[in-house]
């Protein structure tokens, strides 16, 4: 019997590999971390180098410098407390530019995103929410638009990751496709995620990848930092036990190893060779979609307020309260356990 296609993308696991608080630093790491804390907790702290009568960070700034978010920007600059606040600065006035919080929103990108040329779908096995990539559904013009869907794309997926994940998986399937991205476009977006999302790519695997596309990546190579380059995998193994970066891999796998990348049941079956008989129908996906992450993220936000709504709160804090009340919420009066919409016994 054929399975029924699902249109909507998986929850957020309630369990994954990295659940494990962040570690104590070293003291010269502390008191690099502390500098950088204590610059943007000033009390008359402002951005520089804007208008002053909005210089003053907002509530959604203050949620992004999370405690990770500080340190993500400090191992990006080699623990150099200046040049990551100035790093971080440029991103928090980029993020004002680029309409983060404002511009890009649901209702403003969902033209854009109407084809299914990119979906969140899926964890890999470290627990990091999977953006799929098509080419072959991207239109024959590019705009700002294609680079600003990849951009919310991400920011969903930060509001998806559990507790201990900071990075995500991008799939990117070429089979049967022959339209090439323009360099200029790759460049871009290859700026913006090495210049203001450092530390957020876990893993990119681009799959039956063409012959003639050597060349692209050949000139975008110069361009990439050797940490970006690392997370790139080509053709990666794709087999009934799941995915893996290598056919070594593969061929090395059993259920107590850990070289898979993705298990069967977070992939989906086209293009991946997935169990989940995922297809895109817009309407649906993106409503869930939307409604998923907008309720996480009011929740990690009502949770934030709580544990002080300022610079510095550890996201590991914020999201395991979100989920132990998000389980606690699906407990019954009788005590079973709801478990992705299914009662437990």
């Known amino acids: ?31 690099l971390y502390d500098c950088v804390l204590e610059h943007f907790t000033a009390v008359d702290y402002k951005l520089p180098n804007v208008n002053q009568e909005k210089a003053a960070l907002t509530v959604d700034e203050k949620f992004w410098l999370s405690y990770e978010c500080l340190l993500r920007y400090l191992r990006a600059t080699n623990w150099n407390a200046d040049v990551a606040i ?30 299914g040329k990119e979906f969140l779908f899926g964890y890999d096995t470290h627990g990091r929410p999977a953006i799929y990539v098509s080419p072959l559904k991207v239109g024959v013009e590019e705009s ?23 990075t995500l998986a991008v799939l990117v399937g070429y089979a049967d496709n022959i339209k090439t991205p323009s360099f200029g476009m790759c460049r871009t977006t290859l700026d913006i995620i090495q210049t203001h999302y450092p530390e957020r790519l876990g893993l990119a695997l681009i799959a039956h990848l063409p012959w003639f596309l050597n060349a692209l990546i050949t000139l975008l190579t110069p361009f990439m930092d050797s940490h970006t380059r690392q997370k790139l995998v080509f053709n990666p193994v794709i087999n009934k036990n799941g995915l893996f970066r290598t056919a ?37 996906y993106w409503e869930a979609l939307v409604k998923l992450c907008e309720e996480r993220r009011s929740r990690m936000f009502v949770v934030w307020h709580r544990m002080g709504g300022k610079v510095g709160i550890k996201e590991w804090d914020v999201k395991v309260a979100v989920r132990d009340e998000t389980t606690e919420a699906h407990v019954d009066e009788d005590g079973a356990l709801m478990e992705n919409g299914q009662l437990q016994s």
Request: glycine share 4%; charged share 25%.
């Open 144 to 166: 700002p638009r294609t680079i600003q869907l990849t951009v919310w794309m991400a920011e969903r997926a930060f509001d998806l990751m559990g507790p201990g994940v900071e």
């Open 86 to 115: 100035k790093r971080l600065e440029d991103t928090l006035k980029w993020r004002r530019e680029f309409g983060i919080y404002d511009k890009i929103t649901a209702e403003y990108i969902e033209p854009e995103a109407t084809t």
């Open 248 to 284: 070594a891999d593969a061929e090395a796998w059993n259920a107590d190893s850990t070289s898979r990348v993705f298990e069967p049941d977070q992939l989906i079956q086209e293009g991946w060779n997935g169990l989940q008989p995922f297809t895109y129908s817009h309407c649906v």
């Open 1 to 31: 019997m054929t399975a029924m296609s699902i249109h909507v993308p998986l929850p957020v696991p309630t369990h994954s590999h990295e659940t494990v608080p962040p570690s104590a630093l070293s003291e010269k790491k502390q008191t």
